[in-house]
């Protein structure tokens, strides 16, 4: 009986050094952070207004969940700590998604400041990933890919041709999406709560500034392109084109909107067609 004992309590020791040891392996795999990834194209899915898009980052956050809880309790607390405000650039959110998969991770593995550490960071990459996000893709990638893509469409009547261009426009957008979609859930990972301080603000100026070569030289095409039209068309209409230009110059540097200044032009580029008309 005391032999059986002794057993039965060197078989609980060894037990209990196994749990610990399968605790101690959870880990999250690339191919984890990948379902993370695809997810992430939906967060802005179930978006409103108490939270924004806590929710789709909870869902994104799935396959970390089911890779690191076990218990049905454990998994619930794991969600509710992501279910408060949150806020980002849908790409960029991908940095707070991989931190989020760092943390957590820790978390399991018995980090009890992990959860802590996790709503601080979050809270801290809210203003940043925004400002970032809208600053890179809203007022330069879009607008100066779109503005390459018509001037190149002006060039060419041909389907082909046309279909080839809009690609093109497809790529140059869609390229840095995805690339930084998962290559922010990869470095946010990777990197866990430094990520605030090692933030690649200088890679996204360089794309800024390779983008913003794109829209000026795609402006300079269709200026060229709309005076070749004008003068084909009747001398007079070209005094539109001086018009527009000066206009576009004074808005950009007193205005720095780019939708305003949109508006502007095309509300002057209205007023000469009239002018014209009369002429």
Same mark, same amino acid.
């Given at each position: 009986?005391?032999?059986?004992?002794i057993?039965?309590?060197?078989?609980l020791?060894?037990?209990?050094?196994?749990?610990?040891?399968?605790? #101690?392996?959870?880990k999250i795999?690339r191919?984890d952070?990948?379902r993370?990834?695809l #997810?992430s194209?939906f967060?802005?899915?179930?978006?409103n207004?108490?939270s924004?898009?806590?929710?789709?980052f909870? $869902?994104?956050?799935?396959?970390?969940v089911?890779?690191?809880?076990i218990?049905?309790?454990e998994r619930?607390?794991?969600?509710s700590r992501?279910?408060?405000?949150f806020n980002?650039?849908?790409?960029?959110a991908?940095?707070?998604?991989? $931190?989020?998969?760092?943390?957590?991770? =820790?978390?399991a593995n018995?980090?009890?400041?992990?959860?802590?550490?996790?709503?601080?960071?979050?809270?801290?990459?809210?203003?940043?990933?925004?400002?970032?996000g809208?600053?890179?893709?809203w007022?330069?990638?879009?607008?100066?890919?779109l503005?390459l893509?018509?001037?190149?469409?002006?060039?060419?009547?041909?389907?082909?041709t046309?279909?080839?261009?809009?690609?093109?426009?497809?790529?140059?957008y869609n390229?840095?999406h995805?690339?930084? #979609?998962w290559?922010?859930?990869?470095?946010?990972?990777?990197k866990?709560?430094k990520?605030?301080?090692?933030?690649?603000?200088?890679?996204?100026?360089?794309?800024? =500034?390779f983008?913003?070569?794109?829209?000026?030289?795609?402006?300079?095409?269709?200026? $060229?392109l709309?005076m070749?039209?004008?003068?084909?068309?009747?001398?007079?209409?070209?005094?539109?084109?001086?018009?527009?230009?000066?206009?576009?110059?004074?808005?950009?540097v007193?205005?720095?909107?780019?939708?305003?200044? $949109?508006?502007?032009?095309?509300?002057?580029?209205?007023?000469?067609?009239?002018?014209?008309?009369?002429?």
């Open positions: 009986p005391k032999e059986s004992r057993s039965a309590v060197k078989q020791k060894e037990n209990g050094v196994a749990d610990t040891v399968q605790k #101690r392996e959870r795999t191919m952070l990948f993370v990834f #997810r194209f967060i802005q899915s179930v978006w207004y108490r924004l898009i806590s929710i789709g909870g $869902v994104a956050l799935f396959p970390v089911r890779r690191l809880y218990e049905p309790s619930r607390e794991c969600l992501h279910l408060k405000f980002s650039h849908p790409y960029l991908s940095y707070a998604l991989g $931190v989020s998969a760092h943390l957590e991770e =820790a978390s018995g980090d009890e400041t992990a959860c802590k550490k996790l709503e601080r960071v979050k809270t801290l990459l809210v203003g940043t990933l925004g400002a970032v809208d600053s890179l893709f007022y330069r990638i879009k607008p100066f890919t503005i893509g018509v001037s190149l469409l002006m060039l060419t009547s041909e389907p082909l046309a279909a080839f261009i809009l690609v093109l426009v497809f790529l140059l390229v840095p995805i690339f930084l #979609r290559k922010g859930l990869v470095d946010g990972y990777d866990g709560p990520i605030i301080s090692e933030f690649p603000i200088e890679r996204f100026r360089k794309v800024g =500034a983008y913003r070569f794109i829209g000026i030289s795609g402006f300079i095409l269709f200026l $060229v709309l070749r039209t004008l003068l084909e068309e009747n001398m007079v209409h070209a005094t539109v084109l001086p018009v527009l230009t000066l206009g576009s110059i004074l808005a950009h007193y205005i720095r909107n780019f939708y305003l200044t $949109v508006s502007l032009i095309m509300l002057l580029a209205i007023a000469a067609g009239f002018v014209n008309l009369t002429l």
